[in-house]
């Protein structure tokens, strides 16, 4: 049997954080969920401007960051205490792949609102909007936030940053981003899907 | 399993090109938003397990985000499937 570890990885305050803000978003998906029973026929047709298929790739985009981010943090962990620089190097090779993710759904959510807003459509129009924005745009944040510490982490990683047992940062960003991940997994099929 | 990273990405893409084919081909049935839910279950769970790293972490803080996504998935089934 393997022995569990006591924590989760990464800095506990983080997971403090990450814990918060779960309930705040799901207090918004329930918001969502349930207002839209007042409502079927409205946001079923509101759903309908929405591109499922910006919504699809965004969606690939986060898990394969996802995806980066643990490799990076598994060339952090696995290291011994002679191979630190090749440690580094693998994994900054990584985060600069995630971050390339993080930037590219930056972009495309900017396109896509873009068209919302360019189509007169805010925060008043109706409910659906109402809460496909806020949801959408505090999401984006949180994206923006993320690739930031992404970036922060490889700028440690190139200096060669990380040492052999002493990888808690790497950890603590790389927490926050999967939550980012985890918040657009659900989010997805909830707005964009699900009618 | 040393490719297992690569399997749970493969998994995760898959349910997601999945999701994206219900409403591409608008063969959204209150059946398919079921399989949908759970597909979306099963991939925020592999995150959180896998790429979280919380398989190997004590039971009490690995639950908390388990809990939260199993409570978000069965609240927003009842919200959907609840007669109006």
């Avoid at chain 1, 207090?27 to 929405?50: C, H, K, M, P």
């Avoid at chain 1, 993080?102 to 909007?129: D, M, P, Q, R």
């Avoid at chain 1, 040492?163 to 964009?192: C, K, N, Q």
Wanted: glycine content about 6%.
């Amino acid at each position: 049997m393997t022995l569990k570890e006591k924590y989760p990885p990464g800095d506990f305050a983080i997971w403090i954080i990450i814990y918060v803000e779960l309930i705040t978003f799901g207090l918004l998906f329930l918001g969502y969920a349930f207002s839209r029973r007042a409502d079927v026929a409205l946001f079923n047709e509101s759903q309908l401007l929405l591109s499922q298929t910006s919504g699809f790739i965004n969606t690939l985009i986060l898990i394969t960051s996802s995806y980066f981010v643990v490799k990076a943090v598994q060339s952090i962990t696995s290291m011994s205490e002679k191979s630190a620089e090749e440690a580094n190097s693998k994994a900054s090779k990584w985060l600069l792949y995630a971050i390339g993710c993080g930037i590219a759904f930056i972009f495309i959510k900017i396109t896509e609102f873009y068209h919302i807003f360019g189509a007169g459509i805010n925060l008043s129009t109706n409910k659906f909007f109402m809460f496909y924005i806020m949801l959408t745009a505090f999401h984006f944040m949180h994206v923006m936030l993320g690739s930031f510490i992404l970036y922060v982490i490889y700028k440690k990683t190139k200096t060669e940053g990380y040492t052999f047992g002493d990888y808690r940062g790497i950890e603590t960003g790389a927490s926050y981003w999967h939550m980012v991940d985890l918040l657009w997994i659900v989010l997805f099929p909830l707005v964009y899907i699900i009618r | 399993m040393k490719k297992y990273l690569e399997i749970i990405w493969l998994i995760l893409a898959s349910l997601t090109l999945f999701a994206y084919l219900l409403g591409y081909l608008k063969i959204i049935s209150t059946f398919f938003v079921a399989i949908l839910l759970f597909t979306t279950f099963v991939k925020g769970s592999l995150v959180i397990e896998h790429f979280m790293g919380l398989y190997n972490v004590n039971l009490k803080y690995r639950i908390i985000p388990t809990l939260w996504l199993s409570a978000i998935i069965v609240l927003i089934s009842v919200a959907y499937y609840l007669p109006i």
